[in-house]
């Protein structure tokens, strides 16, 4: 990027350092993401494939591999560093993060996921040949899962650690005979190999540790305590100190390799803060090993620092890169960089439920271009090709980080807003509203709920669920607030409802949620069943234990008054039931109602209580289940007798509900595929309100954290802008009338089609267990018919600006 439009869009953002009022490009060449944060990615770039986690130099620098890990294809790319192109490329059943060639660059090896061995490629010609396979066990549902590989110079030892059975596994890598395994404390991550041999070090990403396996003995010989989420190693050049990276700390810890003792610890983030959302994940040296380069997959940026002295490192700023980084290498002067959601987010118009060809059995014939634009593989990695900065646009890098940035410390303290709002802008100030009722729902896009309503940005043809089917929904949005321009931070259930309840989604969620969405082995263990997946001080639950607050949850993270998580335990109530598409939203209702009655009646009412009110999901066209239209209208009917309930209650007066979705995977959208609906009500609600001001499900959190007198969990939330937009300091306590069903709430599944025959085979046990592009097509079928046609479609309000910088730096 030319410097003078660098420093010109600098002086620019800052100058327009408020929201911005749609997400997309804005006027200085900057990519607004759906979340509040923006991209304006440093150097050259190349695309890569489905969420990249892994990029690795061979010894000489002569080739550079990618592995591809996300939902769709997964795949394994061999590109030349130099010339920056890329030579060859493998579709793979599975893979999953681990990647190392071979020190003569004969081999490359790498993660076969859950098929639970390790690819062994041949390089010829710069080519992948027909790769080998080292097996480590039978495929999934056994528990192996290779991550990170190391193999020694001799090749005739290969390391690889793994996430599901938390081992380490030595084989012989000619035969694939395995040597030896050795349990490990935790899920591993990343192993790396000492220059002399004699040491392998592993990080515990799941027990904030690093192992020391002594290769003589045979054993762990000793383990390392980091920070929390420990993923990447680095050794430096004399292999004195190993850097590793803590996600959810935000930092690296530097260890004396002699004494095996953290000696310092590096923060990364932008700001002198603990809360967590840099999610720091890649590390790399510079050629002479006094630079390092530090990737914030959260705060899409590069950390660098001077470290030339030990234990004395200093920093020196900040270069933006694309949306996610995951990794980051150096070859000579240039630094290589895999975003592992490439440089903008976009709409997907023909959304995840596209009309496709099918034989008499269901299954699928003829080819789809349209894939794709299910939200699980719809953001394509790119591959960043940085020269390393000079001092002088050092600084002008960093000016772009910051200036892309929403986040800062200033608003952890205190949160933009307005005199005499009901929402307090911090700590110790008081809210009118006591009482926070939060509904989480299940998978719907803006345009397929609210498509229909005139006065908001909605397009017509992709609304499946539209007021003849939403008819509480409808009034909601039209007697209080009508929303148009918020997104879901999430992509799908696996990491929404972590950041519906956390603000945040770790790196063990983010890099995991792909495999298992992809139909390639994993388990649905996010949703507070797997301690890994856990942000560092917990849900919103967490944070209300420690404040006194009380809290309460109806089927959200707990059903039936058993829980897994310990702060919620106690605080489930004892009739409501968690996912399941067999229960009617209105038995939801009712086990709250009759909970709340019982509460209201001893002056018990919690502060705080999360409701689940999830069959928008819906069964598909599964034969006997109830139908997309009747299970969506079901949740309808739920919302509005919920809302018409504590409308008539004597709490009213003081409370406040804010209804989402989890996350919009299952459905189109023309502007975004993270717009969703959302709604807030109460008397302290503007009525008849249309609000165009971007919000996310961050700014959800952030409203209701103000209403209660809670601290921000993550950098998202603190940074989000609370819906004081939303509110009025005079109350209107009318209370809300439920509205009558306009179609048949006990239809059910009776077509046999093909929709019907593959949705046979659908997994309802849990949410987002089946295929969902499967689930929305045969939804979409069931509302348009069996044969209808997607909309032609339509252009995405997120665009990368490559053309313009081109042209404004030609002009230059």
Known sequence: MNKTFLASAVLSLFALQVWAQMPGKTSTGQVQLPNGWRLSPAGRSLPLGDLPLNIQLSASGKYMAVTNNGQSTQSIQLIDPKTESLLDQRVVAKSWYGLVFSKD??????????????????????????????????????????????????????????????SLYVLNPQTGKIINQVKLAAEAYSCLLSA??????????????????????????KSIATQSHPNELLLNKKNTLLYVANANDNSVSVINTQTQKVIETISASLYPTRLTGSTTNGLALSANGKTLYIANADNNCLAVFDVSIAGNSKSRGFIPVGWYPTNVKTLGNKILVSNGKGFASMANPNGPQPVRKTDNSGHHVGSINSRDQYIGGLFKGTLSFIDAPKPEQLKLYTTQVYANTPFNTDKEKMAPGEANNPIPRKAGQKSPMKYVFYIIKENRTYDQVLGDLPQGNGDTSLCIFGKQVTPNHHAIATEFALMDNFYVDAEVSADGHNWSTAAYATDFVEKNWPTSYGNRGGTYDYEGTRTAAYPRDGFIWDYCKRAGLSYRTYGEFGEYGKTSLKSLRGH??????????????VVRYEAWAQDFDSLLAVNAVPRFNTIRISNDHTSGQKKGKYSPIAAVADNDQAIGMFLEHLSKSPVWKESVVFILEDDAQNGPDHVDAHRSPVFVAGPYVKRKAVLHQMYSTSSVLRTMELILGLPPMSQYDAAAMPMFECFTSTPDFTPYISKAALVNLEQRNVANNASSRRS????????DAIPDLELNEVVWKFVKGENAVMPAPKRSAFVMLEAKKKRDDDDD
């Not at 041949?122 to 549902?141: C, H």
């Not at 046979?760 to 949410?767: H, S």
């Open 572 to 585: 489930v109530a004892p009739k409501s039931p968690g996912f399941d598409m067999d229960i009617k939203d």
């Open 196 to 221: 002399d041999e004699k040491t392998l070090y592993i990080s515990l990403w799941g027990g904030g540790k690093v192992a020391v396996y002594d290769l003589a003995s045979q054993k762990i010989i």
């Open 105 to 166: 660059e004969k081999f490359l090896y790498a993660s076969g996921g859950n098929d639970n061995w390790i690819y062994r490629f041949s390089l010829e010609n710069n080519k992948l040949n027909k790769p080998d396979t080292l097996r480590l066990g039978k495929p999934w549902p056994n528990k192996v899962e290779p991550a990170g590989i190391a193999v020694n110079k001799a090749n005739t030892q290969l390391f690889t650690v793994t996430k599901e059975d938390s």
């Open 760 to 767: 046979e085979f659908f997994n309802f046990a849990k949410e």
